[in-house]
């Protein structure tokens, strides 16, 4: 398997599969926020088939829904998308190989498994859509956030090590953002909640409430 993976006509899906994996690695340690790849960077398409708040670009919203786009987070789409790539063309170049006795070189591979992802992509995005928890929206700035109260969801957030929060907005919506303490002597532990005072592009830095220790009563 391994020396398929490394054969020169297989290299795109190949290099696709690995950053499939990195994202997931990210996403599952909370680093893909850091990073700019939550819910920020998915795209809001109106009925009459235009980028929200982009004049000009006219986007056809029937092929965003064909391709699956806006029914998933925008990194989840990725994913699938890579995923699909990249199994597409390693299987298409194996059944190729086997009937017709060569694969086709990379460049040739590469853009008719990229057209053929596509469909694949969205067909899966639309019922995974459906099954995930829709918590997460792009309709607002991420800087409204400042000011409200976040959980600790996963790991522990110390100056310089952030951890991964929950927090709802005004609408209700629940966004996932990476925050570390504002001050250098404190610590947040999971379920811990917390204040958003500030924000340095997608990292937010928070304060204590001051009850996470308080007995319960």
């Not at 990379?106 to 990229?114: I, K």
């Not at 596509?118 to 409204?144: F, H, K, N, W, Y």
Request: glycine fraction near 14%; avoid cysteine.
């Amino acid at each position: 398997m391994l020396a398929l993976l490394g054969e020169a006509q297989n290299l795109p899906f190949t290099v696709a599969l690995g950053v499939m994996a990195a994202l997931v690695v990210m996403q599952f340690f909370g680093l893909g926020d850091l990073l700019g790849a939550d819910s920020d960077v998915d795209v809001d398409v109106s009925l009459e088939g235009h980028v929200e708040g982009v004049p000009g670009h006219g986007l056809d919203s029937g092929l965003l829904s064909l391709v699956g786009l806006g029914r998933v987070p925008f990194m989840v789409w990725l994913i699938v998308l890579l995923s699909a790539f990249g199994v597409i063309g390693i299987a298409g170049q194996q059944f190729l190989e086997a009937f017709t006795g060569a694969p086709w070189s990379a460049w040739l591979a590469g853009p008719a498994a990229g057209v053929a992802a596509l469909p694949l992509t969205g067909a899966i995005a639309r019922p995974l859509g459906r099954l995930m928890p829709q918590d997460e929206t792009s309709a607002i700035d991420r800087g409204v956030l400042v000011g409200r109260e976040g959980e600790i969801v996963i790991g522990t957030a110390v100056p310089g090590s952030p951890a991964r929060a929950r927090v709802t907005d005004h609408f209700g919506q629940v966004h996932h953002v990476m925050l570390e303490p504002d001050n250098a002597d404190q610590k947040f532990v999971e379920g811990e909640r917390v204040l958003i005072v500030r924000r340095e592009g997608e990292l937010f830095k928070a304060i204590a409430r001051g009850d996470h220790y308080l007995p319960r009563i």
